[in-house]
């Protein structure tokens, strides 16, 4: 998966908000906007290339508000499988929210 593509699904709208990530944004007080700023401001941080059904990638991007948001999501090549999304756990992160700290 490459941003370029994810940003260009993102513009057309042609998402799709699966149960999963609404239940994750409405438990952890994420709105919809802060999911599509982040994605269209964001980068790649992992590729997760054998995920089923779609390959699929974590992307760090950031809210309006200038918070750092993680987001999980998947492409068929027409569609942006919306997965979940999480505010990043700083002990769990690198200061960039970009590695996975070693525990």
Same mark, same amino acid.
């Given at each position: 998966m490459v941003i370029e593509d994810i940003i260009l699904l993102c513009r057309k709208k042609?998402?799709?908000w699966i149960n999963h990530i609404l239940e994750c944004i409405f438990r952890r007080g994420?709105?919809?906007?802060d999911i599509?700023? %982040?994605l269209l401001t964001g980068e790649i941080i992992e590729q997760y290339p054998n995920d089923y059904p779609f390959p699929s990638?974590?992307?760090l991007g950031r809210t309006e508000a200038g918070r750092n948001l993680?987001?999980?999501?998947?492409?068929n090549g027409s569609e942006l499988w919306l997965?979940? %999304?999480y505010y990043?756990?700083?002990d769990q992160w690198t200061d960039d929210y970009k590695q996975r700290r070693k525990l």
């Open positions: 042609s998402m799709r994420i709105c919809m906007d599509e700023t %982040a990638c974590l992307i993680h987001i999980v999501c998947g492409s997965i979940t %999304a990043p756990n700083p």
